[in-house]
């Protein structure tokens, strides 16, 4: 009954079309009535308490990089950088965005960020070029889940704090998947343009290869310095994260000179907008957070997986398919929000390492950006493109189901995950 009543309103006030934060807010309060435990002063301490977090003031500043990267021409050079290198191949436009898409998500963090930049810069070239507009839309849009899974990565971070997981450790451990994920759609699209009679265009000089090297130097420093900080102890993803701001507003006034002062306001403001959206969500949740650990739900939920808990990777399916379905109705923020704190108990009473279940478990919330009917980085793809829902829809069918098969290619074989995981965090 605790389990319908949660669930149930939460659904109710979705369907009712009213914001996921406030729906978790309402959730919240039906839960306290139903267990009799309604209190106002309750509920505002655990929504401050929720945003009150060191580690969730990466979310802020990784936001704000990312707003400074795509106006300060960061995003740009590296899209350069990658056609001088892949641009004359057949399909090359398709390696381009996979590539650039590896690239930015090691600067941003943000799955939309990077679809809306991929979209801005490299579609009206995939569509004069000759390729198919729903087919390359699909690909942005399923390149731009890389975004929540190569580090640094908000997605990372919010499970990191609601799981009490290290994030750096999350953050090193997603590397090697990020980089699989890259890869099948690498395949996945040499695979569907073998037949296109596309004209590349001719192969860029080593000078050429040399200056796009040079003029994407600046951008391509931040991942480095990011990864090899967070490696070597030098800082902590949040401090990594202002690092990423001040380097990208440096880059971006001083070196590039792209941003002015005056431009500054207006991406902070955006920024902050933006952050306010995710700050909240996370507040709402942790009202829900609260009453789940209350009414004892995750031991319930255990009783029900319990015919899985002798097999960690039948129990890793179960598990992967449910948040697979949960996907394709929610966004990923709330999903992390909201299962996190039901499925940890699970997954610690299964024995199953919390760094490789919360590599996964980002990974498949990711992917549910590209699923429908919600799928926010398809709607993002849609606007920026200017091409219908059901296109873009239509066009990232092949290539999502790339990304899945490789999300049950690491369910089947962990050491995929932990192996480069333990290398990289020594």
């Given amino acids: ?39 106002a002063q309750i509920l505002t ?20 990089a990312g707003e400074i990267m795509n106006v300060g021409g960061l995003s740009k050079r590296i899209v350069d950088f990658a056609l001088a290198l892949v641009g004359h191949v057949k399909g090359g436009l398709g390696y381009v965005t996979i590539m650039a898409g590896c690239l930015l998500s090691a600067l941003s963090g943000s799955a939309v960020a990077d679809a809306a930049a991929l979209t801005a810069l490299l579609l009206p070239m995939m569509v004069r070029a000759g390729h198919d ?60 343009v073998r037949r296109e009679k596309i004209v590349p265009p001719p192969r860029k ?14 951008a391509l420093m931040l991942p480095v310095i990011i990864l090899v900080g967070l490696r070597m102890g030098v800082f902590t993803p949040t401090e990594a994260a202002v690092v990423a701001a001040v380097y990208a507003l440096f880059v971006s006034t001083v070196i590039y000179r ?5 431009d500054l306001y207006a991406i902070f403001v955006s920024a902050a907008k933006t952050s306010a959206i995710v700050m909240f969500l996370i507040a709402a949740a942790m009202v829900s957070a609260w009453l789940i650990t209350v009414a004892d ?15 960690q990777m039948l129990l890793m399916i179960a598990i992967m398919v449910l948040v697979m379905v949960v996907g394709t109705a929610m966004d990923m923020t709330p999903t992390i929000l909201i299962l996190t704190p039901v499925l940890m108990p699970v997954v610690k009473a299964a024995g199953i390492d919390p760094v490789y279940f919360g590599v996964l478990f980002i990974i ?3 992917i549910g950006l590209v699923t429908p009917p919600v799928g926010t980085v398809l709607n993002v793809v849609a606007g920026v493109g200017k ?19 490789i999300l049950f290619v690491m369910v089947a074989f962990p050491q995929l995950v932990i192996v480069p995981a333990r290398w990289f965090g020594g």
């Fill in 1 to 39: 009954m605790t389990i319908a009543v949660f669930v149930g309103s939460l659904l109710l006030a979705m369907a009712m079309g009213i914001p996921i934060a406030f729906s978790l807010l309402a959730s919240g309060v039906a839960l306290m009535w139903h267990l009799d435990l309604f209190d």
């Fill in 45 to 64: 301490q655990n929504v401050i308490g929720g945003a009150d977090s060191f580690p969730l003031l990466a979310v802020p500043f990784f936001m704000l």
């Fill in 133 to 192: 507009k729903p087919r390359a839309a699909g690909l942005i849009a399923a390149t731009g889940v890389i975004g929540p899974v190569i580090p640094p990565s908000i997605g990372l971070v919010i499970f990191g704090v609601a799981a009490n997981v290290s994030i750096s450790k999350l953050f090193l451990a997603a590397i090697v998947p990020g980089l699989l994920i890259g890869g099948a759609l690498w395949i996945t699209w040499a695979w569907l």
């Fill in 205 to 218: 000089s080593s000078a050429e290869i040399a200056a796009a090297f040079r003029n994407a130097l600046w």
């Fill in 258 to 262: 792209e941003i002015t002062w005056k």
């Fill in 297 to 311: 739900l995750p031991s319930k939920i255990v009783g029900m997986l319990e015919p899985f808990m002798g097999n």
């Fill in 364 to 366: 498949n919330n990711s």
């Fill in 387 to 405: 091409i219908s829902m059901d296109d873009v829809t239509r066009g990232v069918v092949p290539f999502m189901l790339a990304e899945f098969a």
